[in-house]
Protein backbone atom coordinates (compact mmCIF):
# COMPACT_ATOMS: atom_id res chain seq x y z
CA UNK A 1 0.00 0.00 0.00
CA UNK A 2 1.22 3.31 -1.09
CA UNK A 3 1.25 6.00 1.65
CA UNK A 4 2.97 9.65 2.25
CA UNK A 5 3.03 11.35 5.77
CA UNK A 6 3.35 14.84 6.22
CA UNK A 7 4.98 16.13 9.50
CA UNK A 8 6.45 19.29 10.84
CA UNK A 9 5.32 22.20 13.61
CA UNK A 10 1.61 22.94 13.48
CA UNK A 11 2.59 27.07 14.47
CA UNK A 12 4.94 29.03 13.37
CA UNK A 13 6.13 32.67 13.92
CA UNK A 14 6.36 35.14 10.88
CA UNK A 15 10.09 35.57 9.47
CA UNK A 16 10.75 31.98 10.55
CA UNK A 17 11.71 29.02 8.47
CA UNK A 18 9.40 26.33 7.82
CA UNK A 19 10.58 22.81 7.43
CA UNK A 20 7.82 19.96 6.43
CA UNK A 21 8.96 16.19 6.51
CA UNK A 22 6.86 13.78 3.79
CA UNK A 23 7.68 10.22 4.87
CA UNK A 24 6.25 7.80 1.80
CA UNK A 25 6.52 3.94 1.80
CA UNK A 26 4.74 1.22 -0.27
CA UNK A 27 7.41 3.27 -2.90
CA UNK A 28 10.99 4.35 -3.56
CA UNK A 29 11.93 7.65 -3.99
CA UNK A 30 14.88 6.37 -6.62
CA UNK A 31 11.57 5.49 -8.57
CA UNK A 32 12.21 6.72 -12.00
CA UNK A 33 8.04 7.06 -13.28
CA UNK A 34 7.53 8.81 -9.54
CA UNK A 35 8.17 12.16 -7.89
CA UNK A 36 6.96 13.80 -5.22
CA UNK A 37 5.12 17.28 -4.50
CA UNK A 38 4.54 19.71 -2.45
CA UNK A 39 0.67 21.70 -2.50
CA UNK A 40 -0.57 23.87 -0.14
CA UNK A 41 -3.89 24.88 0.52
CA UNK A 42 -4.84 28.35 2.62
CA UNK A 43 -8.50 27.62 4.36
CA UNK A 44 -11.49 28.41 2.10
CA UNK A 45 -9.26 28.85 -0.77
CA UNK A 46 -7.80 26.39 -3.77
CA UNK A 47 -5.26 24.26 -4.68
CA UNK A 48 -1.63 25.81 -4.99
CA UNK A 49 1.83 23.29 -6.23
CA UNK A 50 4.71 24.50 -4.36
CA UNK A 51 7.42 22.15 -5.84
CA UNK A 52 8.47 18.70 -6.83
CA UNK A 53 11.50 16.24 -7.00
CA UNK A 54 12.33 13.28 -9.18
CA UNK A 55 14.79 9.92 -8.32
CA UNK A 56 17.23 11.89 -10.70
CA UNK A 57 17.13 15.04 -8.08
CA UNK A 58 15.14 17.26 -11.15
CA UNK A 59 13.79 19.53 -9.26
CA UNK A 60 11.41 22.72 -10.01
CA UNK A 61 9.24 25.49 -7.91
CA UNK A 62 6.57 27.53 -7.56
CA UNK A 63 7.66 30.62 -10.09
CA UNK A 64 5.82 33.14 -7.30
CA UNK A 65 7.52 31.32 -4.29
CA UNK A 66 10.90 30.13 -5.76
CA UNK A 67 13.02 32.23 -3.72
CA UNK A 68 11.89 31.02 -0.68
CA UNK A 69 11.71 27.16 -1.18
CA UNK A 70 13.75 24.41 -1.36
CA UNK A 71 12.80 21.00 -1.93
CA UNK A 72 15.06 17.92 -1.32
CA UNK A 73 14.97 14.07 -0.29
CA UNK A 74 16.55 11.46 1.57
CA UNK A 75 16.29 8.14 -0.49
CA UNK A 76 17.64 5.55 2.28
CA UNK A 77 15.06 7.39 4.42
CA UNK A 78 12.48 7.76 2.00
CA UNK A 79 12.14 11.16 2.43
CA UNK A 80 11.28 15.01 1.27
CA UNK A 81 11.71 17.64 2.74
CA UNK A 82 10.34 21.21 1.98
CA UNK A 83 11.91 24.62 3.76
CA UNK A 84 9.90 27.79 2.99
CA UNK A 85 11.80 30.28 4.60
CA UNK A 86 10.29 34.32 5.37
CA UNK A 87 7.20 33.02 6.93
CA UNK A 88 3.85 34.94 6.47
CA UNK A 89 0.20 34.55 8.12
CA UNK A 90 -0.79 34.51 4.72
CA UNK A 91 1.45 31.36 4.27
CA UNK A 92 -1.30 29.79 6.73
CA UNK A 93 -2.65 26.18 4.73
CA UNK A 94 -2.93 22.72 5.09
CA UNK A 95 0.39 21.84 3.44
CA UNK A 96 -0.14 18.18 1.40
CA UNK A 97 2.78 15.97 -0.10
CA UNK A 98 1.80 13.87 -3.19
CA UNK A 99 3.08 11.63 -5.64
CA UNK A 100 3.46 12.14 -9.31
CA UNK A 101 3.20 9.48 -11.17
CA UNK A 102 4.98 9.94 -14.39
CA UNK A 103 2.93 7.42 -16.82
CA UNK A 104 0.10 9.26 -15.44
CA UNK A 105 1.46 13.01 -15.68
CA UNK A 106 -1.16 13.54 -12.32
CA UNK A 107 -0.96 13.16 -8.29
CA UNK A 108 -2.05 9.88 -7.62
CA UNK A 109 -1.86 9.34 -4.33
CA UNK A 110 -2.07 11.94 -1.26
CA UNK A 111 -0.46 12.69 1.86
CA UNK A 112 -3.33 13.65 4.66
CA UNK A 113 -2.10 16.97 4.83
CA UNK A 114 -0.55 19.06 7.61
CA UNK A 115 -2.42 22.31 8.80
CA UNK A 116 0.16 25.54 9.34
CA UNK A 117 -0.30 28.43 11.06
CA UNK A 118 1.49 31.45 11.28
CA UNK A 119 1.14 33.74 13.94
CA UNK A 120 3.34 35.42 16.55
CA UNK B 1 2.40 30.33 -16.72
CA UNK B 2 -0.91 28.61 -18.41
CA UNK B 3 -3.76 29.57 -16.21
CA UNK B 4 -6.83 27.46 -15.86
CA UNK B 5 -10.32 28.64 -14.93
CA UNK B 6 -12.80 26.73 -13.69
CA UNK B 7 -16.69 27.46 -14.58
CA UNK B 8 -19.31 27.99 -12.84
CA UNK B 9 -18.03 28.58 -9.49
CA UNK B 10 -20.43 26.96 -8.05
CA UNK B 11 -23.47 24.37 -9.17
CA UNK B 12 -26.50 23.26 -7.76
CA UNK B 13 -27.66 20.01 -8.81
CA UNK B 14 -29.59 17.16 -7.24
CA UNK B 15 -29.00 13.81 -7.05
CA UNK B 16 -29.68 11.75 -10.29
CA UNK B 17 -29.00 14.97 -12.29
CA UNK B 18 -25.85 15.34 -14.67
CA UNK B 19 -22.98 17.43 -14.33
CA UNK B 20 -20.76 19.40 -16.50
CA UNK B 21 -17.69 21.38 -15.06
CA UNK B 22 -15.89 22.93 -17.26
CA UNK B 23 -11.73 23.44 -17.00
CA UNK B 24 -10.22 25.96 -19.94
CA UNK B 25 -7.02 26.95 -19.74
CA UNK B 26 -5.34 29.94 -20.87
CA UNK B 27 -2.62 28.21 -23.93
CA UNK B 28 -2.70 25.19 -25.18
CA UNK B 29 -2.50 21.82 -22.92
CA UNK B 30 -1.82 18.49 -24.37
CA UNK B 31 -4.55 15.97 -23.36
CA UNK B 32 -1.81 13.82 -21.83
CA UNK B 33 -1.03 16.58 -19.25
CA UNK B 34 -4.68 17.66 -17.74
CA UNK B 35 -6.31 15.39 -14.98
CA UNK B 36 -9.60 16.16 -12.51
CA UNK B 37 -9.90 15.98 -8.53
CA UNK B 38 -12.52 15.73 -5.99
CA UNK B 39 -11.87 17.33 -2.74
CA UNK B 40 -14.52 16.96 0.34
CA UNK B 41 -14.11 18.73 3.53
CA UNK B 42 -11.57 18.04 5.57
CA UNK B 43 -9.99 15.79 2.89
CA UNK B 44 -7.50 15.96 0.72
CA UNK B 45 -8.12 15.96 -3.06
CA UNK B 46 -8.41 12.56 -4.62
CA UNK B 47 -7.49 11.63 -8.44
CA UNK B 48 -10.01 10.96 -10.75
CA UNK B 49 -8.92 11.77 -14.27
CA UNK B 50 -5.71 11.86 -16.00
CA UNK B 51 -4.99 12.09 -19.52
CA UNK B 52 -8.03 14.03 -20.21
CA UNK B 53 -9.90 10.96 -20.02
CA UNK B 54 -8.31 8.51 -18.31
CA UNK B 55 -10.43 7.25 -15.14
CA UNK B 56 -8.03 6.84 -11.90
CA UNK B 57 -8.34 3.65 -10.33
CA UNK B 58 -11.43 2.72 -8.25
CA UNK B 59 -13.26 5.77 -9.89
CA UNK B 60 -16.57 4.95 -10.97
CA UNK B 61 -17.62 4.85 -14.80
CA UNK B 62 -20.29 7.55 -13.68
CA UNK B 63 -17.12 10.19 -14.25
CA UNK B 64 -15.94 10.68 -17.43
CA UNK B 65 -13.60 13.43 -18.71
CA UNK B 66 -13.25 14.61 -22.15
CA UNK B 67 -11.44 17.91 -24.20
CA UNK B 68 -8.66 18.87 -25.83
CA UNK B 69 -6.44 21.99 -26.28
CA UNK B 70 -8.15 24.56 -24.36
CA UNK B 71 -11.32 23.18 -23.27
CA UNK B 72 -12.13 20.30 -21.18
CA UNK B 73 -14.96 19.10 -19.58
CA UNK B 74 -15.79 16.54 -16.56
CA UNK B 75 -18.86 15.08 -16.47
CA UNK B 76 -20.76 13.00 -14.19
CA UNK B 77 -23.92 10.97 -15.57
CA UNK B 78 -25.92 10.46 -12.90
CA UNK B 79 -25.15 12.08 -9.03
CA UNK B 80 -24.74 10.04 -5.99
CA UNK B 81 -25.10 12.11 -2.61
CA UNK B 82 -21.29 11.52 -2.25
CA UNK B 83 -20.34 13.19 -4.86
CA UNK B 84 -21.35 16.64 -4.06
CA UNK B 85 -17.48 17.88 -3.33
CA UNK B 86 -15.27 20.27 -5.10
CA UNK B 87 -13.79 19.38 -7.80
CA UNK B 88 -10.32 20.93 -9.24
CA UNK B 89 -8.97 20.52 -12.75
CA UNK B 90 -4.82 20.33 -12.84
CA UNK B 91 -2.61 20.59 -15.97
CA UNK B 92 1.33 19.30 -15.67
CA UNK B 93 3.90 20.26 -18.19
CA UNK B 94 4.65 23.56 -18.76
CA UNK B 95 7.01 26.32 -16.71
CA UNK B 96 6.02 26.63 -13.80
CA UNK B 97 5.51 22.21 -14.61
CA UNK B 98 1.90 22.19 -12.29
CA UNK B 99 -0.92 24.46 -12.00
CA UNK B 100 -4.77 24.09 -10.60
CA UNK B 101 -7.92 26.01 -11.43
CA UNK B 102 -9.51 27.60 -9.13
CA UNK B 103 -12.21 24.87 -8.36
CA UNK B 104 -15.94 24.11 -8.69
CA UNK B 105 -17.87 23.80 -5.85
CA UNK B 106 -20.51 21.19 -6.72
CA UNK B 107 -23.45 21.25 -3.90
CA UNK B 108 -26.86 19.82 -3.28
CA UNK B 109 -29.86 21.62 -4.78
Known amino acids: QVTLKESGPVLVKPTETLTLTCTVS??????????VSWIRQPPGKALEWLAHIFSNDEKSYSTSLKSRLTISKDTSKSQVVLTMTNMDPVDTATYYC????????????WGQGTMVTVSS | EIVLTQSPGTLSLSPGERATLSCRASQSVSSSYLAWYQQKPGQAPRLLIY???SRATGIPDRFSGSGSGTDFTLTISRLEPEDFAVYYC??????????FGQGTKLEIK
Open chain 1, 98 to 109: ARINLLAHAFDI
Open chain 2, 51 to 53: GAS
Open chain 2, 90 to 99: QQYGSSPPNT
Open chain 1, 26 to 35: GFSLSNARMG
